[in-house]
Structure formats: C-alpha cells, structure tokens
C-alpha cells in the first residue's frame, strides 16, 4: 500500500500556496494553482480508491484514512480543486479591475492553500489533538481570508467570525481534553489516548459521564464551526463579506469538516454510553437549525446570506441524519457531498452576479437566466438541488432522513416535514425572482478568463451534481457502508 | 517524591489552582486595563509554577517544556503584544461592562459552583495528586467565557479568551499530567498566531473605526 | 410489452435530449421535439391498450444503489388506464403544439419547451407505471418541477411568475403529506416497495389506517386541486402555453386520482368505514359546485376552464365516493360501478378538457386576449375551430350525445341506488348530492353556454376578433382528434365498459360488466336494467330521426321559401358589439342569486357632463368576487409565517456579546440538564 | 315484434305531436273565458303553425349556423325526450333507451341550444331572455331530480314506463300518499318553470321586463318560429303527460290490445286535457313574480320534494 497519495493530498496545497508566495507572478500563480486543482483531485481520487480497496491506509500512524476521512478527502479534493478553478478566475478579476494588487493576490492563493490543506490535514488526523489543531489552523487562516478585502464589514464579519470561532475552539479543546482525562488510565499518559483507534476500541470502559460532559463540549465547540444553530450567529455574516470562491469553500468544506469532528465524537460517545444520548442532542440542535435558516432565508435581501443560511439548514438536515442513527448515516453522509457541491455552485454563482453588480441586495437582481447565462444556471440548478427537489441527491437523502426518523420518532418527522416544506418555500421564492423575469440593472461584464474559469468551475459541479443524483456509483457505496460500520450500522438496507 | 508525601503534593497542586482562581476573580473585578493585563500575567506565571509542580511531582518532564513555554508565551509575548495594542489604539483606561462588579463576581461564584457540580462525579477517576485541578480548570474556563460577554472592549475580550486558554492549559497539565509534547506545542503555536490575529484585526479596526468597542460593531444584522 | 415499453422510455429520452441539438433552428427543434412526442403518444397508447388486456399485471424492475429505491414499473390494468389516458391526450398535445409554438419562436426556447414538454409527458407517464414509493415520490415530484418550468414559460411577466410560485409550492407541500402516507405504510412494511405496501407483514392498525386516508386525501388532493386545496389551479393552468394547460388540466390532476384509488382500494385493500365515502363524497360535491360556480363568473376563458377542471375532479370523486361507501357496506357490484363511473368521468373529462384548452389555445393564438369580453363572433371566422370546441362544450355540460353524458348519468345512478344501503343517514345524503350534481351539471351547462356564446357567437367585440383567422391545421389536427373521441366515447360504451371493468374488477371483487351492458351491448344499466338504463346508440337514433323529422315537416309546408337575410332589429339603434349583452351580464343573475357565495363587490362611477348632472359623460362598472379561500385561508398563513419572520429577526441583531451570549446558555443548560 | 314497436314509437310520436298544440289552444282558450273573452278556438295552434310554415323566414345577418340549426335540435331533443315518457301505454318500446335522467337532459341539450341562439342574434333582447333562462333552468334542476327520485323510490326504479307500469298495475303502490303528494307539488312547480308559464314566465307577453322564454326566440320567423313554437308546446305536453301518468296512470293500457289502448288513448286525452285547463285556471289565479322571486317558488319545490324522500324513508322505516 503506497502512502504517497495521501502525501501528496496535504502536500500539494502546501507547496503550491508557498510557491505562489514566492512567484509573486501572476502567470506562474495561475498554472500552479491549475496544477495544484488537479494533484489535489488526483491525489483525493487515489485516497479514495485506496480505502474502497482495502480499507485503510496510514503514513507512520500520523496520518490515518479511514472510510469517513476518505470521504472527507473526496469531498474536500473535489470542491477544493473546482474551488481553486473559480478562485482563479474570481480573483484574476479583481487584479484585472484592479482591486487588489499583485502581492496581495498572490498572498490570497496562499492563504487560500493553507486553509485547503489545513482541511484536509483536519481529516486526516489520527490523533484527535492534533486534529483540533489543525482545525483551529484552518479557523486563523480562514479568518484571514475573511477579513481579505478590508471592508468595514470584512473586518467586522472577521472580528465576529475570529472570537467566536476561537471561543468555540476552546471549548472543544476543554473536551478533547475531558476524553484524553477518561482514555488515559486505560491507555497510560501517551499519544495513545488520542487516537480515534484505540478510542473506539476502549470506549466502553471510558467513564460515561466525562464522556458525556466532553461531548457536549464538542458539540458545541464544533457545532460553534459548524454554524448549528444558536452557534451560527458568525456564519451569515462571514459568508456575505468573504470573498466568494472563500465564501463557496466556508460552506461547502469548513462547515463539513466540523461535522466531521463531532461525528468522531458521536462515534466514541456512542460506544461509550449508547446512541441515544448524543442522537437526542444533535437532533434537538438540528431541528433548531432547521428552524431558524427558514425563517431567515424568508426575510433575507442579500443574496450571499441567503446561501449562507441554506448552509445552516443543510448542515442542520445531515446532522438530523446521523443523529437518527442507522440509514440515517448513509443519508447523512451522502446528503454532506451534495450539499457540498450544490453549495458551492450556488456560491460561484452569486459570485459572478457580485463581480458583475457589485452590490448583494436580491430585491435588484432579476433576470439572471437572460442576463447571466452561466451565473443563472448555476443558481437555478443549485437552488433546485438545495430546495430538495429531484433529480438531485439531496432529494434521496431527505426522504431517507424522513424515512428514518419517523420509524423512529414520528414526531421529529412530522417537524422535519414541516421545516423543509418552510425553507423549500422561502428559498425557492428568493431564488426564482432572482433567475426568472426581465434583466435588472446591466452592470459590468466580466472579462473573458474569469468566464472560462468560472464556467469550466460551474460546469465541473453541475456534472458531477447531475451523475450523482439518482445513484451512488459503485466505489462510493463500499465507502458509505464502511462508515456505517464506524456507526455501528450495517448496510442491511432491503431494496 | 521523597520530600512530600502525595497529600502534601496534592494539597499544593490545589493551592496553586486556587491561586489561579483567585486570580481570575480579580480581573473580574478589576477596572483599569492595564492592571488586568498584569493580573493576567501574574495567573500566567502561577499556571507555570503549578504546571511544573506537577511536572516536578509525577516525573514527567515535558510538562516543564510546557511550563517554560507558558512563561515564554502568555508571560512574556502576548502581554508585549497587548500592550502595544493598547498603546496603538489609547483605550480609555476604565472598561466598560455589561454587567456591574458586584453582579459579575456573583455569576462567577455561580459558576464555580456549577463546575465543581458537573466534574462531581469525574473528579474520583482523576489522580489522587491534582483533586480539584479539573473543577478549577472548568470554573476557569466558564470565568474567562464570561469575561468575554460581559466586557466591551476588544483587548477586555482577548483577556478573556486568554484566560479561558489558561484553564484548558490549567485542565491539560494538572488535571490529565500534560498532554504529549507535540499537542502542547501545536496547541501554543496557535495560541500565538490567534492572539497575533486578533491584535491585527483590532489595528485594523481602530482604524476603520477608530474604536475598539465591539459592541458598537453591529452594522452586519438582518 | 418490453418492447413497447423500452420504446416509449427512448423517444421520450430522444425527446429530450435531442431538441437542444439544433441550436438557433426553431422550427427544426419544434419538428423533432413534438414529432418524437407524438410518436411517443402512438407507443403509449398500444401500451395502455396492451396493459388493459392482458390477464397478469405485468412488471419489470431494476435494482438501484440506494437503499429502498428500485426502478420498479408495474403495469396492471388501473396503471394502464391511465397509460392510455395520458397517451391519448399526450398525442393531441404534441399535434397541436406543432402549430401552436409557432406563436413563441423567437420568444421562448423552443428547444426547451420541447424537451420539458417530453420530459413532462415521461414523468406522468411513470408516476402511473412506478411500483415502488420511492421511485413514485421522485417522478411526482419531477412532474411538479417540469410542469412548473413549462409554466413559467413567459417568465416576463410577473403574474405568471406568481402562479408558477404559488404551484410549486403547493405542490410540494402536498408532497410533503403524501411522503407521510407512504411512511405509514413503510413502517409496517419495513419497505417502499408497492408490493408490500399491499401485503405488510401484520396488518396496519385502525388509527393508522384512518391517518393514511386522510394524509393521502390531502397530499393527493392538493394536486387534484379538490376545494380548499384548489387555489393554484386557477392560477397555474392558465399562466401555461395551452397546449401545457390542456395537460395539466387533462391528464395530470388525473394522477392524484391514480395514487388515491391506488392508496384507498389497492394498498388499503378496499376495507374502510362507510364515513370514509362519506368524507370523499362531501369533497367532491363541495368542489364541484363551487368549481362550477366560481368558472360562471370567470371572463377569462383559461381560468373559466380551470376551475371547470376542479368541478370534474368533484363529480370523479362523487362517483369514487359512493363506490366507496357501497364497498364498505359490502355491496360490491355498486361499488364497482362507482367506481366505473368515475373512471369514466376520469376519461372524459381528459379527453374534452384537453380539447377546450386546446380550443382556447387557438382562440388566443387567432385573437391574442383570453378575455372572452373580446371575442364575438368567431364562429364564421374560425370555423373548425368553432364546431370541435361546440362538441367540446356540449360533452362537458353532459349534454346527449357526448361522452360527459353517459359518465354523469352513471354518477346519477350509483347515487340512486343509495336506496339499497342500510344507513338512514346515507340513504338521504346521497339523492341530496345527487340534487347538487344536477345544479352542477347545468350550472356547468350555462357556463359553456357562456363561453361558447361568448366567444364564437353576435358580433366581434374588439378588433382582435374582427381580424381573427383559422389557425394552422396541425392545431386542427389535434381538437378534431380529441373531439372524435368525445363522441366516439359518449356512442360506444359497450366497448368502453368491458375494459374499465378490468380495473375496477380486482379492485373490488367483482365482474359487472355484463350487467351493466343490458340487452346485449345496447343498453348502459345500473348494474340491474329493471332500475334504470339508457342506451346511447337509440338515442342518437332517436334524435337523428327527429331532426329529420323536423326538416321534411320545415320542407313539405315551405321548402320552396328562400331565407332572407336581414340586419338584427335592434329597437331603432343600429346593432353593435357595444349592444350585445356582456359576459359579465349573461352570469348576472345567478351572482345575485347566490351572492352569498360570490360576495360579490361591486363598484360604479359616474362622470357627469359640467353642463347638467342629469347626463353621464361616462360610467365606470366594476365588480369582483371574493376569493374566500385565499383571502380567509392562504393570506393569513403567508401573513403569519412573514410577520414570524420580522419579529424574529431580533435573534440576528448583530452584536457579538449576544451571539456570546447564545453559545454561553447554550453550554450551560446543556451541562446542566443534558448530563 | 320489432315492427310492432316501431308502430307504437311511431304512433306516440304522432299523438305527441298532434295533441301539443291543441293544449296550448286550450290553454289560452280557458285564459279567455276566465277574462271573459271568447278567444279564439281551441284549434287556433295549428293555423298558427300552418302559417308560419308557409312564412318566408328571415334570418339575421349577424347569425351563424348555430341560429338555423337550433329549432331542428331543439324540436328533435323535446320530440325524443316525449317519446321516452308513457302516453297511453304503460310499456313504451323506448323504455329501455333512457330513463328520467335522460329525460333531463335531453331537455336540457334544447336549453343549451335555445340559450346559444339567443345569444347569436346579438340583440339585448336575445342575451337577456338567455340569461333569465339560464338561471330558472339551474334552479329547476335539483328540484326535478330529487321529486323525481322520490317517485322513482315508490317503484324501485328510474325508467318512468316501468314507474308508470308498476303503479298502473298496483305494484308497489305506496299505501302512503304524502310522500307522492309533496313529489307531485314539487313536480308540479318544476312543470312551470320547465315549460315557461306563469308564474314564471309569460308566454302571451312581449314585454322585456317580462320575457323569458319570447326574448330568446324573438329573432325567430317563419318555419324556424314553427318548430320553436311546436316544440314549446311538446314540452309543455311532456311534463303535463309526465305528471298525469306517473301520479294517475289510471286507464293507462298495460296490455297491448286494442280495447285497451283504445281505452287509454282516451284517458290519456282526458286528463292532460284536464290538466292544461289546471293551468289556464292557475295562470289567471297568479300574477308573474319577479325573476328574483322565482328563486323562493323553486327553493319550495326543493324542499317539499326532499320532505317527500324524507317522508318515504320514515314511513317505509
């Protein structure tokens, strides 16, 4: 089993964000970044393909892959490298236009590198520590970004986004901390106590209420990342003024990848005390979310929160999932990389609108299908997708989510029904007056890169939202099922 | 080990983490900005003597590398750094609040009481040496949380934030004997970077707004 | 089967797909979309016909890699009814858009229309053939999306917008309660598989039940578009190309009464209490009278027919209702020709709906208003026009002759023999709603009396009509089709009857096709002839010879006389369209009649001449009826969730403390109260 | 067997036709006579039709198709819908074509026809009598079915030969009449209304305050004003025939031998003689009421005809 895939996976962010440090050469920056889009894919592609063929994959038990981060990688690699594609033409644009400057520019690729391979070391981590650490990484180096063009609102969404995002850090590290205070006197004062591995194996044996104290510390530590609801206080804001192939990433990667850290948690705390517990928490702050992004995505008027806001449902409705236990997960999972690609096709296209307007407000953008043809598109494909509707993924996963938690809880169903039904209604109106009806304002057009770039972007997730919409291709589904292993479920799903 | 039998260590372990509480206590209490900077400082340093008792007591000996680095980092760099803010942006010298001294001090002891409730039934799992270091370390952190809502200003809350840092730190060392090395230097490194970023973000908005109260930041609402 | 079915399946995909592969080439886009559909229509239609006749219901099924989802078609004889019914309209359809989308070149996509057009006719097509719930849900959802796209055709313009919103969220809230029907059956059955939704494990218990019938009354009627759930019809059907409407209006509010025989007498198995019937009665007399009444008062001849469409849903549910609480009762056969009825008012209505949206297609096509106000006089214009809408009229006012007659003369009769049941109770309900069927019926009758005199009769009433031509004889092509089958249905139920016994037959239990065909073919009877009968086939004879009567009388006294011709006398003052009495007029006395239905406002201003008071310069009437439902119903609950949504907005009110605030109680309570 | 039943459709078809004017000229004749008038014949009808036959018609230009064709549907309609009701023999040979419904309905198919011819003209006239039409036809309806209904309950059928056969020959006769009596009434306001008399309309007057059933055919002359005019008074004979037969089939010939037929024809006479002259009577008795009261005339027939159902159910238990 070769390791260098996975090298390459965390490397080539690196690399490519110190070279374009260095280069400080426009021409240099784009070819790397290209080039950098499609090792991360490629190298994403071979994590993935590792672990469907054998299950697990690790370099000297730094970096461990199982299922769940292999999914992670694959979601990450993939909306990372169309990412960078659509940052390329973004922020090429703004060069043009002289927005920013050279330095800057080239200091945007790296940070943008950094935070990409903060991520996805995030996923990879074996040992949880080390795994905050890279999480808060990510937060520091996205706070950056946020904060890129020094807007008065930049800097406010990044002083928000920066203490709540730390607070809520801390408070995962106090868990992190409460596990490594139950694991080690099974485990001796040692790196063991840290590992996924070994945690899984003595869960049992784990204090049950350090479990529970430090999962709720979790949660909220990384549901604070996550923008669970009332956690998601900093998400609108920061979403709206990033710079928007950051705003596309916030949503579809960082977001995920807090989910990520409480399902490891949940993992343990189920092992540890029963599903129950931790299924009633996340349900609860779930429904919540749901809640609270469709009254939003109601009274919005920018266009750029309005997505924020789906985000928090979406985030909200794979948390349901995995909190239901059982399908639940496979939905879950799977609603997680749909969500992620819808999202950030949303995103590139609420971009092209703001370069081409340069104002946020929804009720003066019409027309977009005419106007806009690519922008128009990306939004009414996303916008469908993210209402729930088929042919696209998130339609499985919230029937099965359904499905799920009515055999389980009907009441939570009959809620979950009722939210949806609430944000499919607000989020449909806010977008349709958006593509649909006469163009608007004209505003200015973009230049001719920034429309290849941004297109083969956009098109790139269309693609993939499409081929992925009615079924799980082969390798995904041996991965689905070996993380409902991590679960405790297996996929005895009847046809 | 020779010289203290356990008890006395532990007795000692407990009387540094009640320093630290003390402490937190007083910037709760204290006014003048300056003075809580300094007062910070001064739990920075009993954090390390603490740390390294424990080092001292058990053996284990990266957590006097820890120890070092909390002296290096919280008693020594970042106050540099808030310092230089403070200059940089001439707050006034008297903090607003949100909440009055003498309700604030209340909700704290709320707190404490509240720490030592939840850690109730952990605290018998721990080791004999570091008793109450858990309760303390959580009563710290809620303190610092709190801080943070209850002060405006920006530096007030990047005290705050450090002092929460502090309780986790207080928690890793006393209360789990120190996590591994490399975590405790991945976890200082970011603890730097953070508090470098929020001293340039609050440059930043002193200069875009020339104020650093945070709670005149509300323009981002639906 | 496979054959055919592979068939239908790959021109609608080549429907799809091809027509954006000639960019910029309209009529060729058109050519191929619609072409390819209509071939499609021909498939479906041996397809239906194939499925009604064999003995076995015939399936297919194909393994899907996600859990409890299999593409698993099934085809018996319900499904395939509906085949053939969507088939039949789905092939006027596309004849008639050949014409009709010349109207949107260079305006709309053609391309897009085209390939949303198969893709709707696909999505029907496969709600009615698909075996597992699963796969149902994300068809039927697909046919609310697609059909929602073709709707907002003309986005330009804002109403359509608004109707297009409004459906599509309608719709999908009835999604919302149709998923909850099949979870009910789904947890008993631990699968989403129709199969065994239809034999689960242990049978569902009695609330269940009672919930999955009323969930499935809701979820399915709000695309039935069954009163209060009827709202958007009148909204969307109109807002969409015609040829669409004609669909919406024709096959696809059928599909909802599909899934509900589908839910009531397949998967609940025909076992319910008589009130169920009684509640499915109640629904459709209540959405057929007002259906009717509100289409009275419509000038606009989309809405008019649209909420005609609502008013037909109603008399499908009557004739549904009854067979239902017949079947409860255990009186089978009457259940079965409930049923049979209603499955026959189902055809009908698809056939002559589909032909008057058609028709008024045309007319908007030849005079570009749907305001009937400006019509007049189309009939000498528009000649073919003119006859296939008349047969259309005629058959859905139920007139002889026409295919409405025979299906509502059957409703008629299962509501009468309400005298063999048991319950005092229902043996007076059901003569009551029979009464109201009458009102419906002729209700119904003066509507298109209305509408037909309105639009194609007296003079023109605005330039339009004055200048109106014939339209394209493909549009011909398709009316006249549909017209064919409005009489050929109304003149041979022996042959229609047989094949809709084979669906009510496993439905219910019994075989009555002999029965109801009396005298060998020539008679229609209730089952038993002594109760009552009509036979088609004698009464056109009847007429006919009459007619013929009436002329060799008119010819043998005065043949020789030449008719002259002369201006109508119009009190001294030459006649013009100004003189005609109004659509708004014509309806007038019924809106007073029943104005505590209409609530009718009324509004009327004069402008005097400065000189004298005594002398109107000019006069401005205007009246409007009160949308009830919407203004008691819908509105509020907008208003609600939006005034919600203002005051809530406070929880976002930007300062960090507070966003502090949330995650410190969150902690805390959670500490407290979650260890 | 199939001769004989085209002979008796045949010979209904004839009586129908023969006897409708002749009611009509009874009608009016009794009219006179009550306002002491001698009036003209009783046979003045079928000059009139004579007539009008040999008129030369006129035909407005703003007509279509529809205008010319109406008098031979509604004619045809009115003439097969009598021929679905027992005349003089219990057992038409069309019993089996259409019941009461049908009945209804082929009436109804005239209606639209008239309603639509009204319109063509163009003239106010035209419009107005349409739309008066239109709303007594509407509110006539449900009365109809229902006393209909409540009959059809006595004789556990809706084909009216075999409603009229079974109480002829005493089958099934209910030994109650007050359901019967409050159909009759409710049947007998429908009658009314249907065929266009006072108290709802006034087929002697010419005045637009007033018309009904004149204004819609105000445009008609020569033989498309004949049949028009045949076929209101065969309407007129339905319903009178209707009533008679289903409530006094006394006489009725329930075999086909010509002693009996011959017998009912007579009866048959009689008693629709006797019932246009019930209506001359009435029409002299009553005023026209307002459009808008017609409703409360009609709401009664629903009702009384629902207490019939009512009192059916009760009684039987």
């Given at each position: 089993m070769s390791s260098w895939p996975l090298v390459l996976l965390v490397a080539a962010p690196v690399i490519a964000g110190l070279g374009s440090l260095v280069v400080q050469q426009r021409r240099a920056i784009e070819v790397l970044q290209c080039a950098q889009a499609g090792a991360m894919l490629a190298a994403a592609a071979l994590v993935a393909g590792q672990i469907i063929a054998a299950g697990e994959a690790s370099v000297g038990g730094f970096l461990q892959v199982d299922a769940l981060s292999a999914w992670l990688d694959l979601i990450i690699g993939f909306v990372g490298s169309s990412g960078t594609l659509y940052a390329v033409g973004y922020v090429g644009e703004e060069l043009d236009r002289a927005h920013v400057s050279l330095k800057r520019y080239s200091q945007f690729f790296c940070l943008f590198d950094m935070y990409l391979a903060s991520m996805l070391l995030a996923v990879n981590l074996e040992n949880i520590a080390i795994m905050w650490i890279a999480i808060e990484g990510s937060t520091l180096s996205a706070a950056l970004l946020i904060g890129f063009d020094r807007s008065k609102a930049a800097l406010e969404a990044g002083w928000k986004y920066v203490i709540l995002s730390s607070v809520g850090i801390a408070l995962a590290l106090f868990g992190t901390i409460l596990v490594y205070y139950s694991s080690e006197h099974i485990l001796g004062v040692s790196n063991e106590a840290l590992r996924w591995s070994q945690l899984y194996r003595v869960a049992e044996k784990l204090d049950p209420v350090a479990i529970k104290v430090a999962f709720i510390f979790a949660l909220i530590g990384y549901g604070t990342k996550a923008g669970v609801a009332p956690m998601h206080t900093w998400l609108p804001d920061a979403h709206a003024e990033a710079p928007t192939p950051v705003s596309a990433m916030l949503s579809a990667n960082m977001l995920t990848v807090a989910v990520y850290a409480i399902l490891r948690f949940k993992a343990v705390t189920d092992r540890s005390v029963g599903p129950e517990f931790a299924g009633k928490l996340i349900v609860g702050l779930a429904l919540l979310s749901l809640a609270v992004s469709a009254i939003f995505i109601l009274v919005q008027r920018d266009y750029k929160r309005l997505f924020a806001y789906s985000s928090i449902e979406h985030i909200g409705i794979a948390l349901l999932g995995f909190g239901i236990g059982g399908l639940g997960v496979f939905a879950g999972a799977w609603h997680l990389m749909n969500h992620a690609l819808a999202k950030s096709t949303a995103f590139y296209g609420a971009g092209l609108v703001f370069l081409r307007h340069d104002h946020k407000s929804l009720d003066r953008v019409t027309g977009l299908l005419e106007q806009m043809p690519v922008a128009g598109t990306a939004i009414l494909v996303a916008g469908v997708a993210l209402a729930g509707l088929p042919p696209f993924g998130l339609f499985i996963s919230e029937v099965l989510i359904v499905a799920g938690s009515y055999t389980i809880r009907p009441e939570v169903a009959y809620v979950f029904l009722a939210l949806l039904a609430l944000a499919f209604a607000t989020l449909l109106y806010q977008v349709l007056r958006m593509v649909l009806g006469e163009p608007g304002e004209a505003g200015t057009a973009l230049g001719r890169q920034c429309r290849i770039f941004t297109s083969a972007a956009v098109g790139i997730n269309i693609v993939a939202l499409g081929t992925i919409g009615l079924r799980v291709p082969p390798g995904l589904e041996t991965l689905l099922a070996s993380i409902l292993k991590i679960f405790g479920v297996g996929m005895e799903a009847p046809r | 080990m020779s010289l203290f039998s356990i008890d006395v260590g532990s007795q000692l372990v407990d009387l540094g983490s009640a320093l630290l509480l003390l402490t937190c206590f007083a910037i709760v209490a204290q006014r003048r900005l300056s003075a809580c900077v300094d007062l910070f400082v001064l739990q920075s340093v009993f954090l390390a003597l603490t740390a390294s008792l424990v080092a001292f007591l058990t053996g284990i000996h990266h957590i006097y590398v820890a120890a070092a680095l909390t002296i290096v980092v919280k008693a020594v760099i970042i106050p540099r750094i808030l310092k230089q803010v403070i200059e940089h942006v001439n707050v006034k010298r008297e903090l607003e609040m949100n909440v009055n001294v003498p309700t604030g001090l209340l909700i704290c002891g709320a707190l404490v009481i509240l720490a030592f409730f939840i850690t109730q039934p952990i605290?018998?799992?721990?080791?004999l040496l570091t008793r109450d270091s858990l309760a303390i370390a959580l009563a710290i952190v809620l303190i610092g949380f709190f801080m943070m809502i209850a002060r405006k200003k920006a530096v007030t809350q990047v005290i705050g934030f450090l002092v929460m840092e502090n309780g986790l730190f207080l928690g890793a060392t006393a209360a789990a004997y120190g996590m591994p090395l490399i975590v405790e230097l991945g976890v200082f490194f970011d603890l730097l970077v953070g508090t470098l970023i929020i001293g340039i973000y609050s440059h930043r908005l002193q200069d875009a707004f020339d104020s650093v109260d945070t709670s005149k930041l509300t323009t981002l609402k639906e | 089967m496979t054959v055919l079915l592979v068939g239908l399946l790959a021109i609608y995909m080549a429907g799809i797909i091809l027509?954006?592969?000639?960019?910029?080439?309209p009529r060729i886009q058109n050519l191929v979309a619609h072409g390819l559909a209509t071939g499609a229509g021909l498939v479906g239609i041996v397809l239906g016909l194939a499925g009604l006749l064999v003995p076995e219901p015939w399936t297919v099924s194909a393994e899907s890699t996600i859990p409890f989802l299999s593409f698993a078609i099934r085809l018996d004889p319900l499904a395939s009814f509906f085949v053939l019914t969507i088939s039949l309209v789905g092939l006027a359809a596309s004849i008639f858009a050949l014409g009709y989308v010349t109207e949107f070149y260079g305006r709309s996509s053609i391309a897009a229309m085209g390939s949303l057009f198969n893709g709707f006719l696909l999505s029907m097509t496969l709600v009615v053939m698909a075996d597992n719930g699963f796969l149902f849900l994300i068809v039927w959802e697909l046919m609310a999306l697609l059909s929602y796209f073709l709707v907002v055709t003309e986005h330009e313009k804002a109403e359509v917008r608004y109707a297009g919103l409004f459906y599509l969220i309608m719709a999908h809230v009835g999604t919302a309660f149709i998923v909850l029907t099949f979870l009910i059956f789904f947890q008993e059955a631990g699968s989403f598989s129709f199969e065994a939704f239809r034999h689960p494990e242990q049978p569902l218990p009695e609330g269940m039940r009672t919930l999955a019938f009323l969930m499935a009354l809701v979820g399915f009627g709000a695309k039935a578009g069954i009163v209060p759930l009827h709202v958007w019809l009148p909204y969307a059907h109109p807002a969409a190309p015609s040829h669409i409407s004609a669909l919406m209006s024709g096959v696809m509010i059928k599909t909802a009464i599909y899934a509900l025989l589908r839910v009531y007498f397949d998967f609940l198995g025909g076992q319910f209490p008589w009130w169920w019937g009684f509640v499915v009665l109640l629904v459709g007399t209540t959405s057929a009278l007002l259906g009717v009444m509100y289409a009275l008062m419509e000038n606009d001849l989309k809405r008019l027919l649209a909420f005609s469409s609502v008013e037909n849903v109603g008399i499908i549910l009557l004739g549904i209702g009854a067979g239902m609480i017949f079947q409860s009762y255990g009186l089978k056969e009457f259940a079965a020709l409930g049923l049979l009825a209603g499955l026959y008012h189902t055809i009908n209505h698809a056939m002559f709906k589909g032909l008057l949206f058609m028709g008024a297609g045309s007319l908007l096509y030849a005079a570009?208003?749907?305001?009937?106000?400006?019509?007049?006089?189309?009939l000498r214009r528009m000649p073919w026009t003119g006859l296939f809408f008349l047969v259309g009229a005629v058959s859905i006012s139920a007139l002889p002759l026409a295919n409405g007659f025979v299906s509502e003369w059957l409703v008629f009769q299962t509501l009468f023999l309400s005298l063999k049941l048991p319950a005092l109770f229902l043996k007076l309900m059901l003569p009551i709603a029979a009464a109201l069927l009458a009102l419906t019926g002729v209700l119904a009758l003066v509507c298109f009396a209305k509408a037909f005199g309105m639009s194609f009769l007296a003079l023109p009433r605005s330039s339009h009509a004055r200048h109106a031509k014939e339209v394209p004889i493909a549009m011909r092509i398709g009316m006249g089709f549909l017209a064919v089958w409005c009489v050929g249905l109304g003149l041979a139920p022996m042959i229609v009857v047989p094949l809709l016994n084979r669906i009510t037959g496993p439905l219910t239990g019994v075989s009555i096709s002999d029965k109801v065909l009396a005298l060998d073919g020539w008679a229609l009877a209730p089952v038993n002839v002594q109760f009552s009968s009509i036979s088609p086939p004698m009464l056109a004879a009847m007429l006919i010879a009459c007619g013929l009567l009436g002329l060799f009388l008119a010819f043998m006294f005065g043949g020789r006389l030449v008719t002259r011709s002369h201006k109508t006398w119009g009190c001294g003052i030459n006649l013009s369209s100004r003189t005609e009495y109004t659509a708004t007029g014509f309806v007038q006395p019924i809106k007073r009649v029943f104005s505590t239905i209409y609530q009718p406002t009324v509004k009327l201003e004069t402008e005097f001449l400065e000189e004298s008071r005594y002398f109107a310069k000019r006069r401005r009437f205007e009246f409007h009826i009160e949308p009830v439902f919407q203004k008691y119903l819908y509105d509020p609950l907008v208003d609600f969730f939006v005034g919600m949504a203002d005051r809530l907005r406070i929880l976002q009110a930007g300062s960090l403390h507070l966003y502090l605030a949330y995650i410190f109680v969150t902690l805390v309570v959670l500490l407290l109260f979650a260890v | 067997m199939m001769l004989q039943a085209i002979t008796l459709v045949v010979a209904q078809a004839i009586v129908l036709l023969a006897i409708s004017p002749f009611l009509v000229g009874l009608i009016r004749k009794v009219k006179a006579r009550f306002q002491c008038r001698r009036g003209a014949g009783v046979f003045q009808p079928y000059a009139d039709l004579a007539k009008l036959f040999r008129k030369q018609p006129v035909i407005s230009t703003t007509t279509s198709w529809i205008f010319t064709a109406t008098p031979y549907i509604l004619f045809a309609s009115t003439l097969s819908a009598g021929l679905l009701v027992p005349t003089?023999?219990?057992?038409?040979?069309?019993?089996?074509?259409?019941?009461i419904i049908a009945l209804v309905y082929l009436l109804a198919l005239g209606t639209f026809f008239l309603i639509l011819a009204g319109l063509d003209a163009g003239s106010a006239f035209g419009g107005m009598g349409s739309s008066r039409e239109a709303i007594v036809a509407s509110l006539t309806e449900p009365a109809m079915i229902l006393s209909i209904f409540a009959i059809a309950l006595t004789a556990g059928s809706t084909n009216l030969s075999t409603i009229v056969h079974k109480t002829a020959l005493m089958e099934g006769i209910v030994t109650d009449p007050s359901p019967h009596l409050m159909a009759l009434a409710a049947l007998c306001i429908v009658a009314l209304a249907e065929t266009g008399r006072v108290p709802v309309d006034n087929p002697a007057t010419h005045l637009e305050l007033t018309m009904i059933h004149e204004a819609m055919v105000l445009e008609y002359s020569g033989r498309y004003l004949a049949l028009v005019e045949w076929a209101a008074g065969l309407k007129l004979a339905v319903f009178l025939t209707l009533i008679a037969n289903v409530f006094a089939p006394w006489g009725i010939a329930t075999t086909l031998t010509p002693a009996a037929m011959g017998i009912g024809l007579v009866t048959y006479i009689l008693k629709i003689a006797g019932l246009a002259m019930l209506i001359g009577t009435l029409e002299c008795m009553f005023a026209k009421l307002r459009l808008f009261r017609v409703t409360d005339l009609l709401g009664v027939a629903f009702i009384l005809a629902l207490l019939g159902l009512v009192f059916f159910y009760i009684l039987r238990g």
């Open positions: - | 605290i018998p799992l721990g080791f | 027509p954006p592969c000639f960019p910029g080439r570009h208003t749907r305001n009937m106000e400006e019509y007049g006089g189309l | 003089f023999i219990s057992q038409t040979p069309m019993n089996f074509a259409g019941n």
